[in-house]
Structure formats: C-alpha cells, structure tokens
C-alpha cells in the first residue's frame, strides 16, 4: 500500500450523533495476500493463529461488533501455503460501514440524499468509505504484518469469492541443490538435495493435464469429489537456478498440488518410472508412494473470475457441481 495504515487507536471517537439509520448488508470482494509462514492455515481452528481468524477479528474491531460477518475466501490454503493474490467477500452491515466514514462532512451528504443510492441493486459506496475500512482493517492488523488487504470494492450482483471463480493459479518454487539455495527466499522455495532432471519433470507434469479423477494425489474427504480439471502445468527454471511450476485448474483438492509436486520430483529424481507413475495416476488410489512436499514453497498467485455480468450464473454452476464441498491446497 502506498499510504500508512492507521491503526484503531489513532482513530479520534466518534459519537456518531449525525449517522443515519441504514438497513441492509452490501457484499464486498477483499483482494489480499499473505505470508503463510506463521498460520496454521487460513480456516479458524481453536488456539492457533490463521488467516481468516486474523482477519475477522480485525474487523470486528473496525466495525465495532461483537462477531465479525463470516468471510468467505476464493481458497483455503493449508499451513504453511503463501497467498499473493487471495480473494475473499465479507457481507457488512451497512450501517456499521457508514462508521467507518472518518468525516462528519460525508456522513452529512449522505444524510441529505437519503443514504447511500442503490444502482441496478448495488449499492454506490463511496471509494473514501471504502478506502478507510481498508486502512482501518490492515491497521489493526498491524503495520508489518504478514496478512495485508490491498484493496476493497463493491462486489458484482451474485458475486462468490468460492464458488465465482473459472480457475486458481499456484506457483510452486523448488531449489535442488546447496548452490542454488538462497537462505532470503527460503520462506518462499523448498529444497531438494539434489540436482532434478527438468525436463522429466515436464514429462510428468504434461501426462497430468486434463478433466480426470486426482484421488491418487488428493487426501480424501467424505462427501467430496476428487475430479478436477488440471488446464496447466509446466516447470521451468528461473534465472537463478530455481525450479518453479505454474499450475492452474478449475479447484484444487486438499495436498493435490504438492502431492502433483512430489510425483514430479520422483520423476525429476528417477527414483520412479513415468510409467508407474502414469499407473498410480490411473488407479485414482491415495498413494503414499510420493511425497507431499513442503507447504511453504507453495504460493497462490491469482484467482481468475468471469465477466461482472456472469460470476452470479457461474456461482450457481460451480454450486450444483460440488455441493457441500470444500476445497483446500
């Protein structure tokens, strides 16, 4: 962010004399990233540290309510695993958003137009109003900290953080071997001792691709499908020496994208054939026979959504398909 966040006790008090009475909610779409390191992941667990408790304490705080509304995210991500571009939607009280006004001046206009206008069913929220929700947000978070919200809008009519998006991107960083291990990106790059051959590596990757059954590389949960379309996957190594892969599908199941690394890898290190490999890949069975490497080389690099227009329609497309589901790195 370019500009300081505030943090809640630089916040001047507020009586709020002059706030008008508002109903209703108005759905918000949070882009935010994070660095995995020190969560224990990003779903709510009793006595640990995550990112979506981090984040909804914060804004209760902001918002001055007791519970925070439940904030709904794009992919929950395991312990460890980054985010650099994290999407989320969180459905605020519109009242309680108006507080977060930091000028009389603005309340008063809202006031003297009746409230905030509703356009085509979305209500017209003020940048300002949602740039200082933001500010408030990250600064009660804290100033360096490792979850920071980089913007706030309005979400599109029908709009799922879950369910809307046409695919996830991931980016897996892998270093093999002592010269190309950089100790400044080591929250960021997992390693493997020694040198891996590329070009197998692709060999695995590419018999991968496609609309199939993942069971062989995804911890199984009741109730859920393990069928995903993998549309990318490729390795290449970057310019210092770092093997990094590019990965994208429609969702990704729980341990799939690394259990997907550690078949590579196997390949990469021949310590399996790609014919037994492509044979577990067939059988659809969890295996153990590859490892789930390191979260922390894992990162989520984007969400990619459909037009405004049509991220309702594919809300309840996505919905029909995997009722109940959850989806996890």
Not at 245 to 265: E, I, K, T, W, Y
């Amino acid at each position: 962010m370019n500009e300081e966040a505030i943090t809640p006790d630089e916040i001047v008090e507020d009586d709020f004399s002059d706030l008008i009475d508002v109903e209703g909610d108005v759905r918000l779409r949070l882009d935010f990233g994070y660095d995995g390191t020190d969560f224990a992941g990003w779903a709510k667990q009793p006595g640990k540290r995550t990112v979506e408790g981090t984040l909804e304490q914060a804004f209760a705080q902001v918002l001055r309510m007791d519970v925070s509304p439940r904030i709904v995210v794009a992919g929950r991500t395991d312990a460890g695993v980054h985010a650099a571009d994290q999407v989320a939607h969180i459905d605020v009280p519109i009242e309680q958003l108006i507080r977060v006004s930091f000028s009389r001046e603005e309340r008063r206009e809202l006031q003297e137009q009746g409230g905030i206008p509703i356009v085509d069913g979305l209500p017209q929220v003020p940048h300002s109003m949602l740039h200082a929700l933001m500010r408030r947000v990250d600064g009660s978070v804290g100033r360096n900290a490792d979850v920071v919200i980089n913007k706030i809008t309005v979400a599109p009519l029908g709009f799922d953080a879950r369910f809307s998006p046409l695919a996830r991107r991931y980016e897996y960083r892998l270093a093999d071997g002592l010269e190309r291990l950089n100790p400044i990106e080591r929250r960021r790059t997992a390693f493997h001792f020694y040198p891996l051959n590329v070009d197998a590596m692709n060999e695995a990757a590419e018999m991968m691709l496609g609309l199939r059954d993942f069971g062989a590389f995804c911890r199984p949960r009741p109730g859920a499908t393990t069928i995903r379309e993998l549309q990318e996957f490729h390795w290449e190594r970057d310019a210092s020496g770092v093997i990094v892969a590019q990965l994208q599908a429609d969702a990704f199941c729980h341990s799939m994208v690394r259990s997907l690394v550690g078949a590579c890898v196997a390949a990469g290190s021949g310590t399996h054939s790609l014919d037994a490999i492509e044979d577990l890949r067939t059988k659809g069975e969890r295996t153990s026979v590859f490892k789930v490497m390191p979260a922390h080389g894992l990162t989520l690099t984007q969400i990619i959504y459909p037009p405004d227009s049509e991220v309702g329609q594919r809300a309840d497309l996505t919905r029909s398909r995997r009722v109940l589901e959850e989806d996890f790195l």
